[in-house]
């Protein structure tokens, strides 16, 4: 659990389920209010332009209310019996485009492939700081998915520890690979390929599908066909394909349940761990449509109203 | 994962974010309405009223919509690379009181102790049927917490496995006492009561604090003093001093967050396992006040805007 209380909230503030969300007028992210946010780590710009000043495609700028601080070592210490590290890591904010009414699932396929790269080359940079043992890069859209500004952006945070979920993860796929030698994802694609029942959309190196045991009702993973581990080592033919099977799983998405809330999460290796032949790059894509309850608390189990098959098909079915 | 399809659902029913909550005309848990549930499980009722008719101050029913059914084996079997498995299990809704305009907090003390027996004797009961392995009672107080009914009521699932969190947890408490022969739920109560920081309210019996690493804004443990791992085998003198400190609570949140919606759990021992000496039974009570998002689904951490020492002076210095 981490204790961020940059924006030293009273209790009064939290009586609100839904966080106020940020609109056009004061928004941080508009070109010309470039000066509301941090200055800029990168941006993709038209030819010349400056940094921190209109002209750019794509703007990478640190969370000004980060959950994590970049300086400053771990501090790892005990307190009685419980034990306290300092919350070091990097908060970065994607800005997917200058245009305020952009949608994500809208943007032209080419842009959609830059933000793929900008997400890369966040990665790649950030590698290079031996402290951090993992990347996460996430999106949160629409306020009921967590999102406080409405102008399209995704997350990035740079963690000195793996998360728990991702261990999890990665343990249940090293059990797989050590019982067949065989990476478990390779396997869901493999037989996925052959159902077709729970595919939503396929290219010659992606496939989009409803997991067989979905938590949330029309829950998409994009998984590439062919093994790879770490995201950021993808070819540059492989952003290709996989930004126009984003753009059609987002849109197949928004039309069969009309553009609801979302997240969706990039599940890539740990830095530094040798992952390789069992781990599988993936991204969950999950609509916000239900209520996480104390039956989910209390259990890790999710109910589910919906089978994965009846979700593929209605997603497939979507007029585009 | 748990697919349940009762209420048929169309992608269009899932548009909405919220549940549309069911007022007071059609509520099925008030008094004169009993046809409109299943015939009921058990009921307190004042003396010699007719079993699902009125006069019972708590009546307990089968779900009408049961995330898993009673009937049946469990069906195990293997698609392709996949496992299933029948829902067998039983889902049960405890009837809190009659008036539907009562809240949990705000009924008497004595009635409040009424329910946690009505608990107890459902566990006790369900103990028997030899298929189950685990007991989840939990409340769902809202529609931002999960409640599709607003007639206050808690909901009670029997499991034919032991939930993945329950598991977690439990290794946890093994390998703390595997080290040191103490249960660490004994070990967080005596720091506790000896720092004072994260009380919120404390009697002979029981304590009520904000957890050193709390996931969500003003949560809360209550936890008996004395070593306990099994709820359903609490002494009376015992249920007498809970529910003072579960009204209590709930009231101190009410105040200080305005009556937001929330959830609380009761973690209990699994049935049948030999954890008397190092698990711990207590209640997480989590105000609903934020959105889990794409950080925490890719994670599992959780990121904390309060700390837990201001949250408890907040609920301690609320007046009542």
Redesign the interface.
Known sequence: ???????G?R??E??F???SVIGREFCPFCPGHEELTPPEIMAYRQGGSAPNAPGWDVRVVPNKYP?LHVEGDMGREG????DRMNGVGAHEVIIETPDHKDMLADLPVKRLEDILWAYRDRMVDLKRDVRFR?I?V???HG?????TLEHTHS?L?A?PII????L?EIEGCRAHYQQKERC?YC??VR?EVS?QERVVAENPEFICVTP????F??EMWILPKRHAAYFEESQKTQFEMLAPILSESLRRMNR???S??Y?????TSPLHEKTGEYYHWHI?L??????????E???????????PE?AAK?LREAEL
Do not use: C
């Open positions: 659990m981490i204790i961020s209380t940059e924006r909230a209790p009064n939290f009586r389920e839904r966080p959950a307190v009685g019996l419980y993992y996460l996430f999106k949160n306020a009921a998915a967590g999102a997350q945070i963690l998360p728990t979920s991702v999890t478990i396997d869901i037989q159902d067989f045991a979905p938590r009702p029309f069969t349940l009309r609801p809330a997240n969706f999460i990039l599940h969950e999950i609509p916000k449509l239900t209520q996480v309850a104390g039956f608390w209390g259990t890790g189990f999710y109910i589910n109203p919906v089978t009846e209605f």
